[in-house]
Every structure is written in structure tokens, then in C-alpha cells.
């Protein structure tokens, strides 16, 4: 019986040295494959990091009803809902329904989410150009819903507005219009 194990055993070891010895035979080089994997695993590793790195970052200011009140940096592309999370979530007198949690946010705003039963002043304020949406940007002078979504598929493809001149980037807008609403508007 130990005679039987010893054959099965020098059989497996020449089946195995057997396609060891073909695969090195299969390469010029013994070296070859292993180091044109290690390469390429070294130009996926670059560019992983590369991508990482690139990731830019903006903060915010948020007030209000929310958990914990303060700055909070966030990677641009971020939505209104990733920094209410970031800020604890909402308190439990937050408005939640006057506020799109949808929209993007922008480097260097503040959000102040508001109270339940407070009233949010839309009359007189001025309207935002990096969130505001169809219906805020028609009540300006001289912007139609045409004109709106241009500025919002402009944002979108862009990202926010750097400067309120920025505006006049958007097909349609020219100086005369931007004097217009310039003191109408905000970033």
C-alpha cells in the first residue's frame, strides 16, 4: 500500500513539472510575463492614484437646523443632501420641504436651513444663479424659461458660476441684459 502512494506521488510531481517546464518554454524568457505584468500593474496603480489626487474639494458654510453647524469641505459635484448628512442630518425642527436637497452646492456658499413654521423670504431676495432653479430665474428681468434652462444646462456642463459676469457666458445673456439683473442676483 505505501509502494501505491509513493507512485501516485512521483506521478503528480512529473504531471506538475511537466507544465511548469512547458510554461517557461511558452515564453522566450522566464522573466518576460512576469515582468510585463508587474508593468502594467504599475501603470493601473498610477493612474488609480492620478485620479485620486485629482478629486477637488470645496467648502461650505452651513446654518441653521442642523445637527452641527459649521464648515464643511466636500468634494465638488456634492449635493445639498451629502452636506446635510456631513452636518449631522437635521435637527428636529428643520423645514425639510423648503429646501432641494437635489441641487449641487458651491465653493464658498452658506446654507442656512431653515425652521419649521419660519417664513422664507423669497420676494425680495436675491436670486441665485448656481442654484436657483426655472421658476427663480424667470423672475428676473428679461429671462424667460428659454433662457433659464440655458443657464442652468450651462452650470451643469460647467459647473457654478465663479463670478456673477460669469453669466453673460450663457447664450443670450449679453452686457445690456447682465445690467439688468447684476443687482438682482448672487452667486
Same mark, same amino acid.
Given at each position: 500500500?505505501?509502494n501505491y502512494? @509513493?507512485?501516485?506521488?512521483v506521478v503528480?510531481?512529473?504531471?506538475?513539472?511537466? &507544465?511548469?517546464? +512547458?510554461?517557461?518554454? /511558452?515564453?522566450?524568457?522566464?522573466?518576460? *510575463?512576469?515582468? /510585463?505584468? =508587474? #508593468?502594467?500593474?504599475?501603470?493601473?496603480?498610477?493612474? @488609480?492614484? $492620478?485620479?485620486?489626487?485629482? $478629486?477637488?474639494?470645496?467648502?461650505? +458654510?452651513?446654518?441653521?437646523?442642523?445637527?452641527?453647524?459649521?464648515? +464643511?469641505?466636500?468634494?465638488?459635484?456634492?449635493?445639498?443632501?451629502?452636506?446635510?448628512?456631513? /452636518?449631522?442630518? &437635521?435637527?428636529?425642527?428643520? !423645514?425639510?420641504?423648503?429646501?432641494?436637497?437635489?441641487? &449641487?452646492?458651491? !465653493?464658498?456658499?452658506?446654507?442656512?436651513?431653515?425652521?419649521?413654521?419660519?417664513?422664507?423670504?423669497?420676494?425680495?431676495? *436675491?436670486?441665485?444663479?448656481?442654484?436657483?432653479?426655472?421658476?427663480?430665474?424667470?423672475?428676473? =428681468?428679461? @429671462?424667460? #424659461?428659454? =433662457? /433659464?434652462?440655458? @443657464?442652468?444646462?450651462?452650470? #451643469?456642463?460647467?459647473?457654478? &458660476?465663479?463670478?456673477?459676469?460669469?453669466?453673460?457666458?450663457?447664450?443670450?445673456?449679453?452686457?445690456?441684459?447682465f445690467n *439688468?439683473? *447684476?443687482? !438682482?442676483?448672487?452667486?
Open positions: 500500500m505505501k502512494y @509513493i507512485v501516485i506521488a503528480l510531481l512529473v504531471f506538475s513539472g511537466g &507544465f511548469y517546464f +512547458y510554461d517557461i518554454g /511558452a515564453s522566450d524568457n522566464i522573466g518576460v *510575463k512576469a515582468f /510585463a505584468n =508587474r #508593468e502594467k500593474l504599475k501603470k493601473e496603480e498610477t493612474i @488609480i492614484q $492620478t485620479v485620486t489626487e485629482s $478629486t477637488v474639494k470645496i467648502v461650505v +458654510y452651513v446654518t441653521g437646523e442642523v445637527k452641527h453647524i459649521g464648515l +464643511y469641505e466636500m468634494d465638488e459635484g456634492s449635493r445639498l443632501y451629502d452636506v446635510v448628512k456631513s /452636518a449631522g442630518g &437635521f435637527t428636529d425642527d428643520a !423645514d425639510r420641504e423648503s429646501i432641494n436637497l437635489a441641487r &449641487f452646492v458651491f !465653493d464658498g456658499e452658506q446654507i442656512d436651513i431653515p425652521k419649521q413654521g419660519d417664513e422664507v423670504v423669497k420676494g425680495n431676495s *436675491k436670486v441665485s444663479i448656481n442654484s436657483g432653479d426655472v421658476k427663480s430665474l424667470c423672475s428676473l =428681468r428679461g @429671462i424667460g #424659461e428659454g =433662457r /433659464a434652462n440655458d @443657464i442652468i444646462k450651462y452650470r #451643469e456642463k460647467n459647473g457654478p &458660476f465663479k463670478r456673477l459676469e460669469d453669466i453673460m457666458k450663457v447664450k443670450g445673456i449679453k452686457k445690456n441684459l *439688468k439683473i *447684476k443687482d !438682482d442676483i448672487t452667486l
